[in-house]
């Protein structure tokens, strides 16, 4: 089973990788020889810097996602998802809650830790029906489908249907949605559950104000993790 999940997640790694550089340029205005000089000029920045160098090019990670009419499946990166492997193993969840699921790279990395621990649940939650069934067939390939609970619609109407406590919390959806979203998934964590928010610097101002929530709310320990995408890290206190 890991090396099935393995071998998928490789794939899924490069096609995601391909689509995002193909929509990037279809996006910028200038030569074949320009972009692939920035491509590499953004891959040497420091993380933190990544979005700011995406604004000035008239660019967002948003865009890549909306344009062209055809929606990307925006998989976390490897370096991410063996982070979200690590932690799962680490704090052992019994329930996982994935907002924003996309085609189900995050997913796989979950549910794959899980299996390794022989117990625990990932509720992913997506809207778009095309990525669902891609995700359904994913997990299926790669074996860990006992593990994986898809919730397919609206992720606010899926949060406002959910009951008990959450171990860890992963959002990865629209960036000025953050703070809304939360605030609906507040009331199912408890003492010692974490949530993991991606996309931190690359939609640095669109996710402000839930930063800044977290910053000044007692309840809740948070910090900025200084890699890929960015990464806030915050664990329930009280």
Sequence with gaps: MKSTATALLRRLHEQSQTEVMARAQAQFDGSSEEFLTLAEEYDTLAPRLRGRFLETLGLSSEDFESSQGTALSLAVSAETGRFLRNMTLSHKPARILELGSSCGVSTL?????????????????????????????????????????????????????????????????????????????????????????????????????????????????????????GIEFTVVVS
Excluded at 153 to 170: A, K, N, P
């Design 109 to 229: 990395y979950f549910a794959e830790a899980l299996c390794t621990l022989g117990s625990g649940t990932v509720v992913a939650t997506e809207l778009d029906p095309v990525k669902c069934a891609q995700l359904r067939d994913h997990v299926r390939t790669a074996g860990v489908d006992a593990r994986v609970d898809l919730r397919e619609g609206d992720v606010f109407q899926t949060v406002s249907e959910l009951d008990g406590t959450f171990d860890m919390v992963f959002i990865d959806v629209w960036a000025d949605t953050y703070l809304d979203l939360f605030k609906q998934t507040e009331r199912l964590l408890g003492p010692g559950s974490i949530v993991l928010a991606d996309n931190m610097y690359t939609a640095e101002d669109a996710v402000r104000p839930y930063k800044q929530y977290l910053d000044g709310n007692p309840r809740f320990s948070t910090t900025t993790l200084d890699f890929e995408s």
